[in-house]
């Protein structure tokens, strides 16, 4: 047991420091990003909602991650030392561009992938249950159709508002509040997403693929899932923020402001 208790430990020691309510910045952000992934584990146990659903809900967290990566990449394509260049609009708007064409496809690609795992599912629920496989059933998951706001409030469109919120209070802090696009060009962002939605989406995936195979939906598998994708979530966010101190640049730069930690 207290092998056990040191691995955990050894895993979460670089994230302790950031909860301490004394670091203003890193507490701020983690605890929204433990708060916003956690209302799938809500949703699926208190108001019911399908597990296969957290899927949609993951992949529209990528969309978000690539709307604020884009804003990044404009403003700070943009403006250079607090002074706003018309000049650089066409450079910048063509990298912007690019990143939206290849991110879209990798969206594109996984929302369908994601689409045909859920049609899957859906068939074999209805096989086991004796119905017969209709495919706009398993649509009408994502197109309930009307609702009201408390159906609204209820659904699993309150997880994702919960994730940009999220995403834009940390667009805020790190980005906007530090004055780091000051410091970056557009070209800087043209990558960064992509390491922190493999690593979410493969985690993500993996436990859906169990989900699928075992049809094991307790509550406790549903909570160490999602806890999965939480840590490794704070994993990266933590090390962004060590590895560039949010300028978009190393740490070991001395010329670029660094977040105090």
Do not use: Q
Request: hydrophobic residues 50%; positive net charge.
């Amino acid at each position: 047991m207290s092998r056990l208790l040191s691995i955990i430990l050894s895993l979460t020691d670089e994230l302790i420091p950031y909860f301490r309510p004394s670091n203003r910045k890193g507490f701020v952000s983690l605890i929204f990003i433990t708060a916003a992934n956690s209302i799938p584990v809500i949703g699926v146990i208190f108001l019911k909602w399908n597990p296969f659903m957290i899927l949609f809900i993951y992949w529209g967290e990528s969309l978000i991650i690539g709307f604020f990566n884009l804003l990044k990449m404009f403003i700070s394509g943009m403006i250079k030392n607090h002074k706003f260049f018309r000049s650089r609009f066409r450079e910048t708007a063509g990298l912007c561009a690019f990143f939206t064409v290849h991110y879209g496809m990798f969206m594109l690609v996984h929302g369908i992938f994601i689409f045909v795992f859920m049609l899957l599912s859906v068939s074999m629920d209805m096989k086991k249950s004796g119905g017969n496989f209709n495919p706009f059933t398993a649509a009408g998951f994502l197109f309930p159709g009307r609702m009201s706001a408390i159906d609204l409030l209820e659904s699993e469109f309150t997880a994702v508002m919960a994730l940009f919120i999220s995403h834009a209070v940390s667009f805020y802090i790190y980005f906007i509040r530090t004055g780091e696009y000051n410091f970056t060009e557009a070209g800087t962002y043209m990558m960064r997403p992509y390491k922190r939605i493999v690593i979410m989406h493969m985690t993500i995936i993996f436990g859906a693929f169990a989900l699928f195979i075992s049809g094991f939906k307790s509550a406790l598998f549903i909570i160490v899932w999602i806890g999965l994708k939480i840590f490794f979530d704070l994993k990266i966010h933590v090390s962004e923020i060590r590895n560039y101190g949010f300028t978009g640049m190393p740490v070991k730069d001395k010329s670029y402001p660094r977040l105090s930690v």
